[in-house]
């Protein structure tokens, strides 16, 4: 289904940004002012990678049959090689080796570029949202896993291979709990959205009375928990949620205090599902960092925010990264 976003006229050339989860795929026409003029969404087939590349592509031409776009920037969870074309890894979908930048340009006639979803969402924050302005920024999408961007002087920090800024695949516990990388103990099984269900879960099984509004907003049934429930139990002070969210924040904060030592940003920008928390994650996430600083009280601290940007972020930063391909004379905005 298409969603109108903005009445107001298109500010400059357009262009189709493409978000490719696990779950979902959304799409949506964006103008130089970062607006989504519309978009749309469809189930992401996660296991079958035809599939999703065919649902790729049919987004687009739904997009393009009511807009006149320049090129298309898909952003997609995975590791991307250095020349934006291929998916070399997604450890939530199918790809392997995908040739996706030819694949999208050969069916549907427009130029692309395919980005890592996190950095999109670092460049649409860096253009348009919480870090604007910043010259060193790292974002962070908690959601399904932890995802990673860097955007440093206005360009998005790749790495040599394309496959920087992996911050969910830091290993935090060495031998600690496996991971869809193959690697074990990755920040991302200790702070994301996975693993703040699985310990709730948990907890509920162990600690049953604790639970009890998470419990009864899941009909009594652990396995029937879900992500915005133990957000609401929290906020209504139910034991067990807090203690998740205390161990998720103290996680996601000595995380963000080992990216200051090595790269020392002057702002982090929390993004994705997780960050739907609010201050109930944030303030847990500000305090662990401090507390956790190499050097701390001897050094300046960077600031900590949620990302202006919801779900359309990916969406919003893939399409302007798009202007690389859109014809000679565009900003060059990756490095």
């Known amino acids: 289904m298409t969603t109108n976003h903005s009445p107001a006229p298109a500010s400059g050339p357009l262009h189709i940004g493409v978000d490719v989860g696990g779950t979902k795929i959304a799409a949506g026409v964006v103008d130089d002012d970062g607006r989504i003029l519309t978009s749309t969404t469809r189930p992401s087939p996660a296991g079958d990678a035809p599939q999703t590349l065919g649902a790729v592509v049919d987004a687009v031409r739904e997009l393009r049959a009511t807009h006149d776009v320049l090129a298309v920037g898909v952003a997609a ?14 450890p939530n979908l199918a790809w392997r080796d995908e040739p996706l930048r030819d694949e999208i340009e050969q069916r549907t006639g427009l130029p692309a570029v395919v980005e890592n979803d996190a950095n999109a969402v670092a460049w649409a924050e860096a253009r348009f949202g919480a870090g604007r302005g910043e010259s060193h920024l790292v974002a962070l999408t908690v959601g399904t896993g932890i995802g990673g961007g860097v955007v440093v002087d206005g ?16 290993v935090m516990v060495p031998g600690g709990r496996p991971c869809p990388c193959g690697l074990q103990g990755c920040l991302e099984q200790y702070a994301s959205g996975n693993a703040l269900l699985r310990r709730a879960q948990e907890v509920a099984t162990t600690s049953p009375v604790l639970a009890g509004d998470l419990l009864a907003r899941a009909g009594g049934r652990t396995d029937h928990i879900e992500g915005w429930m133990v957000t609401e139990a929290a906020r209504a002070g139910d034991v067990a949620a807090l203690q998740v969210f205390d161990e998720v924040g103290v996680w996601l904060g000595r995380g963000i205090a080992q990216l200051a030592a090595v790269l020392d ?25 401090a507390k956790n600083l190499t050097g701390r009280g001897h050094r300046p601290l960077l600031r900590i925010e949620m990302a202006a940007f ?24 990756s490095g």
């Open 155 to 170: 360009r998005v920090q790749r790495g040599r291979f394309g496959a920087g800024a992996e911050v969910g695949h830091v």
């Open 310 to 333: 919801g779900p359309e972020a990916g969406m919003i930063g893939a399409a302007d990264l798009a202007r690389d391909v859109a014809g000679p004379g565009l900003r060059a905005a």
């Open 265 to 289: 940003p002057g702002i982090v920008v929390l993004g994705g599902g997780v960050s739907a928390a609010g201050d109930l994650l944030l303030d847990r996430v500000r305090d662990a960092y």
């Open 77 to 90: 969870a995975g590791f991307v090689d250095a020349e934006r074309a291929v998916v070399m890894f997604a």
